[in-house]
């Protein structure tokens, strides 16, 4: 099995940059029940967690419009921005108050984390989770000393699949692009490192929105963390 030193072509290891959803944690199960919570509140039909997992990875707005699209039966480009909203708010209430209850770290995450700490290695937490509920989970799990940099997804004006988070994770480490690699779990990860000039990995079991992750062709691709090691 290939490790993500093989990636840099003899270049040396710096630092790693993680994807948080469906990549370090399993959080399907918090959102969704946020997710059901709100849509009852307002008196939509619920989505249930087997939907929910094919709709998550591009933001809590899209989550929200995926599920308004099934609730009322009508195409996502047909939606009242207003009732968009509406539905977002009432979500982020509700997923505020309970982001840490069922959300889980995948195996292999803490030990992978721990080691490559040990070596030197830095690492940042580059996320399209607004950051006022990625703090929260990187705190619960104890992993602010493993990766003090956070770049949510309300960090700057654009998100994953655009490169400019991975540049200011890179910036804020200190570390050159050349001397970095990503791991994520979906194309808008393969896309923004490859935009941002850095090689990928990705692991199989996370939330690219219902499809594998293998047809976005990353550098590597392992079916548990700890392979990465």
């Known amino acids: ?4 030193r093989s990636l840099l072509d003899g270049r040396e290891l710096q630092a790693i940059l993680f994807d948080l959803d469906g990549t370090l944690i399993d959080s399907v199960p918090d959102l969704a029940a946020a997710l059901d919570a709100s849509l009852e509140q307002l008196n939509y039909t619920p989505a249930g967690i087997d939907r929910v997992r094919g ?3 591009n933001g809590a707005r899209k989550l929200v419009q995926r599920a308004l699209a ?3 039966e009508v195409p996502e480009n047909g939606l009242n921005n207003t009732l968009v909203d509406q539905l977002l708010a009432v979500f982020f209430e509700y997923y505020g108050e ?3 209850e069922q959300t889980i770290l995948y ?3 803490q030990e992978a984390l721990s080691n490559w700490h040990a070596q030197g290695i830095k690492m940042a937490c580059v996320t399209n989770k607004p950051a006022r509920f990625s703090q929260p989970i990187l705190a619960h799990f104890d992993l602010q000393e493993l990766m003090p940099v956070l770049v949510g997804g309300d960090t700057l004006a654009v998100r994953k699949p655009d490169p400019a988070p991975l540049l200011l994770a890179c910036e804020q480490l200190g570390v050159a692009i050349a001397n970095t690699v990503m791991v994520g779990d979906s194309v808008n990860d393969v896309e923004a490192a490859r935009a941002a000039g850095m090689p990928v990995a990705c692991v199989s079991y996370g939330y690219n929105h219902g499809a594998p992750v293998a047809t976005a062709r990353p550098d590597i691709l392992v079916d548990n963390f700890i392979e990465l090691l």
């Open 1 to 4: 099995m290939k490790g993500l």
């Open 55 to 57: 709709w998550v990875g």
């Open 70 to 72: 099934f609730a009322l």
């Open 98 to 100: 309970q982001c840490c």
């Open 107 to 109: 195996p292999g995450v």
